[in-house]
Structures are given as structure tokens and as C-alpha cells.
């Protein structure tokens, strides 16, 4: 509303943001997954986590649901980007033209970007 943005000049819609953000990370994922984004001295390391689907309940075990399991193209957001996977349970799928990755319920991955 009017009155927020004249007291807070300084916000951005989540348009704005996406936009902003496509701007600044070397890629883009599936809105389901989590990311942390790590400047590296040659590209960036990327942790991507898909938290959904853990059932946890202090007593037993945890529990991961296979209906959870997520597959995301990786966004890039120059071409001709290197990427590598070097930890984690999740999966990437390279052809040399695309990148996905697939990661079930509780499921993680270590990328490299270059």
C-alpha cells in the first residue's frame, strides 16, 4: 500500500526480487528446493537441499516419503555454464546442452558453478 512504501522506500515486490536475484546467483532451482549460494575464488558453490518429506517425530527414526521427490532444471543464468557435483545424495543430469537434478525427500547436493 501507499502509506508502507512512503515509509519504507526501500522495499521490493517479490517480482522486483526474482529479477534482482536472476541478476546476482550464477543459477536458479526449482522453488520447492533450498539453496545457500557461496562465492568460491573460481565460480560459486551451491548447496541445494530439498527438505520436504522428512517425517520426524523425536522417536523413532526418521521418514522419507519417495512422493516428495523433486526434479528441477538448473536455471543458468549466463550459457555455457560448468557445473559438477561434488557431495551429497541427489543426482545430476548433465547432456552437455542441460543440467537437472533430482533429489528425494531429505536429499542433498554439493554443485560447483563455474
Known sequence: DAAFAKKHPNTVTVEEADRLLDGMLPCRFD?????AYNRS??????LVMNNDGVEHDGF???RFRPDAAVRSEIRFSSPGTAVKKLAGNGTLHTDGTAANITLNGGDWLLLTIN
Open 60 to 62: 523413532s527414526p526418521d
Open 31 to 35: 522453488e520447492r528446493l533450498f539453496a
Open 41 to 46: 575464488g573460481d565460480g560459486w558453490l551451491v
